[in-house]
């Protein structure tokens, strides 16, 4: 049971990144982006090719990120130079990359393993599994260090003058037009980021499940979508540090609840299911409560 | 300070839905003047301004704003210039953001924004003094979210912003139509208030004929898309409603009655 929590936590601290990434663009940009399905698997594939190919995987995920702003980059100019609708345009990129994604591994799916001896090569992971550590633990500390640093960098990031010209725009767009911002700028600039680091996200996970497979992106939007709804319902959204945190938070508690409904025995096979089920709910929650105090208030009159 | 010469503007051309809304529209705006523009549903006063503020690009004609042609530039472009307030309560602020996050935004138009702090103290101080010279309370809620501010309290913040960097021009698009009477006299009270003490060339946009004869120095009535009065000076100072209402049917040669009961 610890094994499984354990695992769980790390797995979500990993996907914690891609939760941020996603909340930029879903709740501060007000887009829901798909591309963020297509950069995860590129942020998988770049790390992965390039540490086959000899690279460092700290640079190899710098790549990653690289990979990930440009993915971003595209969708951005689809949305702000050829008015394509923002949901068109990521589908149209997370299709591309499908593709392009492929090219960059020359397969479906990449293992990291030295050729000769498949022994495993050396990650991020790695001087913290040689001080000691087990996999999900080297993982974790690495998660949270990760975690801790983008919140910090994000947190700074969103108070500058820029980044309150970003928080604006998914606001109001009209209104920041009229304060001499140019709304493209700022719309490519949180893709671009947030695609990096769902990039980065991908490139952490490769390594720690020491694969990259072309399926992995499949659905993610929805579970980071779904960490950020558990996110905001747990743990407040009162105050933009406390937002940051939240996700990580419930980045990790959706790993923590999916690993606890497999335990209790559903099948693997319907987690998206699953998963969609619980996002659609979450997400339907205003709707209910509007219609839970219409009808107590007609009880009421009724009386 | 504004020159707009010959000004087109059609919408959905070529439909069943063509709207021609300005047709060959000239003005000539001089610096310090405070023009208000009046007309029907319709008579494309809202479409003169946003043409102004680069919201949509004419079909035809140009627009030079203190010697600076800026037909073709875009809205970001044009907006250091200019000052703007809209009808919608929201569409002057962003909601989620606090007062004073707003405020900065504003006083930032004009400049390149970089990775400096979005608001520093100094600033901070700067707005609670301007904040209470509006006498709404809002200099003790400098961190309060926009959203959770009345529509009053709304417009009264953005005319703030809107004149921060003293603008070239303060363009005003019925800023006072959402809210309720005598809100919107308030509203007017700081709109004249902020004129004079900023010394601003402003254009207002109104569908009530007291407000656009009781402010202002200049007053043009617009109607299917064309200047059909122009009365200013000593004229203005004695205009009455009645007396604008007749000008009003000899100049436009059009049936009074429906629009008499929108312009009162």
């Known amino acids: 049971m610890v094994q499984i929590l354990s695992g769980a ?67 951005g100019l689809l949305i702000t130079r050829f008015k394509i609708p ?24 990449l293992s990291l393993l030295k050729k000769k001896d498949f022994s495993e090569m050396n990650t991020v992971y790695t001087p913290f599994e040689s001080l000691g550590l087990d996999r999900n633990e080297a993982a974790i500390v690495v998660g949270l260090l990760v975690v801790a640093t983008l919140v910090a960098i994000l947190y700074w990031f969103f108070g500058t003058e820029i980044g309150c010209a970003i928080r604006a725009t998914g606001n109001n767009p009209n209104m920041v037009r009229a304060q001499g911002i140019n709304t493209d700028t700022t719309v490519i600039l949180g893709l671009v980021l947030s695609n990096g ?107 | 300070m504004l020159i707009v010469s010959g000004l087109y503007k059609t919408f959905n051309a070529g439909t069943v839905n063509q709207k021609e809304a300005l047709k060959n529209l000239s003005l000539h705006v001089e610096k310090g003047d405070f023009v208000t523009v009046i007309g029907g549903n319709g008579a494309g006063k809202s479409t003169l301004l946003n043409c102004i503020a680069g919201v949509y690009p004419p079909d035809q004609g140009c627009i030079i704003i203190d010697g600076t042609n800026v037909t073709r530039l875009p809205e970001h472009k044009r907006a250091p210039v200019m000052g703007r307030v809209f009808q919608d309560p929201m569409m002057g602020t962003a909601s989620d953001m606090g007062i004073e996050e707003n405020l900065a935004l504003a006083y930032r138009r004009g400049q390149r924004r970089g990775l400096k702090w979005g608001i520093t103290s100094r600033e ?58 005598k ?59 009645e007396a604008l209402i007749n000008r009003f049917g000899r100049a436009s040669g059009e049936d009074f009655a429906f629009d008499r009961a929108l312009l009162s």
Do not use: C
């Open chain 1, 197 to 303: 680091l769902v990039a980065i996200s991908g490139g952490l996970i490769a390594q720690s499940q020491r694969f990259a497979d072309i399926q992995m992106g499949t659905g993610s939007i929805v579970i980071g979508l779904a960490s950020v709804i558990i996110g905001e319902v747990l743990f407040g959204k009162n105050g933009f540090l406390r937002r940051l945190i939240s996700l990580a938070l419930g980045a990790v508690t959706y790993r923590v609840i999916i690993a606890l409904v497999l335990k209790m025995g559903m099948p693997a096979n319907d987690l998206k299911l699953f998963t969609a089920i619980t996002v659609a709910a979450a997400l339907a929650l205003p709707v209910f409560k509007e219609y839970l105090i219409t009808l107590k208030k007609s009880a009421r009159a009724g009386e």
């Open chain 2, 124 to 181: 901070r101080e700067l707005y609670r003094t301007l904040l209470k010279t509006l006498d709404l309370g809002l200099e003790d809620r400098l961190s309060t979210k926009v959203g959770l501010l009345s529509g009053g309290q709304r417009q009264a913040l953005t005319l703030l912003m809107a004149v921060l960097k003293k603008p070239k021009l303060l363009l005003l698009d019925e800023h006072t139509a959402a809210l309720d009477p």
């Open chain 2, 183 to 241: 809100t919107a006299e308030k509203v007017l009270v700081l709109t004249d208030h902020l004129v004079k003490e900023y010394d601003l060339t402003t254009l207002m946009v109104t569908h009530n004929m007291r407000d656009a004869i009781r402010h202002g120095n200049r007053l043009i009535m617009m109607h299917d898309g064309r200047i059909i009065l122009d009365i200013k000076g000593e004229e203005k100072k004695k205009l009455t409603v």
């Open chain 1, 9 to 75: 936590v790390s797995l979500g601290l990993l996907w914690a990144v891609m939760t941020i990434g996603v909340y930029i663009t879903y709740r501060i940009l007000n887009i829901a982006d798909l591309t963020v399905e297509g950069s995860i698997t590129m942020g998988a594939s770049i790390a992965a090719i390039t540490m086959l190919n000899g690279t460092d995987p700290y640079v190899s995920l710098f790549l990653a990120l690289l990979g990930g702003m440009a993915a971003g980059l595209a969708t």
């Open chain 1, 86 to 109: 923002p949901l068109l345009s990521g589908i149209l990129t997370m299709i591309a990359l499908y593709s392009i994604n492929l090219r960059i591994m020359g397969t479906s799916n």
